[in-house]
């Protein structure tokens, strides 16, 4: 199946990220599974996971058929549901991936104010990232929403958004909410360096 760019659609098989490859489910039905090599993902991608949509180029080499530019299609919004958490951290089992350990959750990247914790049991959104510990690519949950949590935002704020969404749409509201925080954040603290030669922030008094 392609996509209305001309890009093929498909769903990984498996992929093992410690030897750097595996395959895709052929999209026509029938047919081979496609190879797919590290060295093959896209820009900014560092691993797949066996159960993820994908979309890719198709390219032949001495007669072989491989994978490349190869980009999920769904890392936000992932669902699953919490199956060990305890001392701030814990393992989410997500839905339709084939991830026997699990994915990493850590209190900090749980969205919401006041004590962070996640209930075994409970069910979860997040948005699905790898990065490298120890030499080892490992899949982490960020930005954990309970699926009672639902983002509302203003019409204000979907136009404050709508930049950042437009640049990256692979990331949730909440993430994009979060970049633009950071954002305000950093800029608030290069406006009190640059106030006083000192950058005494006790020289920028409230107003009454």
């Known amino acids: 199946m392609r996509s209305g760019t001309d890009r093929v659609l498909g769903t990984v098989k498996w992929y093992d990220p410690s030897k750097g490859y595996g395959f895709i ?11 797919v090599g590290h060295r093959s993902l896209d820009e900014g991608v560092l691993a797949l996971v066996g159960g993820e949509p994908v979309e890719f180029d198709i390219k032949t080499i001495e007669g072989k058929t491989e994978a490349c530019a190869v980009r999920p299609t769904q890392r936000a919004g992932r669902t699953g549901v ?13 839905d339709g991936l084939n991830l026997r350990e699990g994915v990493f959750v850590h209190q900090t990247k749980i969205l919401g104010d006041g004590f962070r914790t996640l ?34 935002i203003s019409p204000e704020t979907a136009m404050m958004l709508a930049p ?24 608030t603290t290069a406006d009190i360096g640059s106030n006083g030669s000192d950058g005494d922030s006790r020289s920028r008094k409230p107003s009454a």
Do not use: Y
């Open 164 to 187: 950042c969404r437009a640049e990256r749409p692979e990331i949730s509201v909440a993430a994009a909410l979060e970049a633009e925080v950071h954002k305000c954040e950093d800029s």
């Open 25 to 35: 489910l052929n999209p026509n039905a029938g047919g081979p599974d496609v190879f």
């Open 119 to 152: 209930d075994e049991g409970e069910k979860v959104t997040f948005d699905l990232v790898f990065v490298r510990l120890n030499g080892r690519l490992c899949p982490q949950a960020h930005n954990v929403r309970r699926r009672d949590m639902t983002v509302e």
């Open 82 to 94: 919490v199956s060990q958490f305890e001392h701030g951290w814990g393992f989410i089992s997500p």
